[in-house]
């Protein structure tokens, strides 16, 4: 893979509530030790996943990145704009297109 397919496949799909949730919790000051337990100790998203000295430590190098991974995402929705609402829909122009989008909104209330 390149890298490029790399970034796009971390993009995440986040819930504008979540989204707020999780920004409340790293700019709030009374979250604020709570906030960098999680970034700094449980995630350790400013430490390297590589352990020199060893060689067969492939599989918690594994680990590592992926407790990495998860506090950059954490950060990254906390460093992108969230909308307050989600956005409209222009008005639907045809009949069909106005019954895909209902059907569409069914299907996401069935779920």
């Known amino acids: 893979m390149r890298l490029a397919d790399l970034e796009a496949d971390s993009q995440l799909d986040v819930p504008i509530d979540v989204g707020h949730n999780v920004k409340m919790l790293a700019q709030d000051p009374r979250y604020a030790l709570a906030w960098q337990f999680i970034i700094e100790k449980l995630c350790r998203a400013r430490a390297l996943s590589y352990i020199p000295g060893r ?20 950060l990254r929705i906390v460093e992108i704009p969230i909308p307050d609402a989600e956005p409209k829909l222009p008005p639907a122009r045809t009949i069909t297109e ?10 996401e209330q069935d779920q």
């Open 98 to 107: 106005k019954v895909r989008r209902r059907a569409a909104k069914q299907a």
């Open 55 to 74: 060689d067969q430590a492939t599989d918690l190098m594994v680990w590592f990145e992926g407790r990495r991974f998860v506090g950059e995402q954490l």
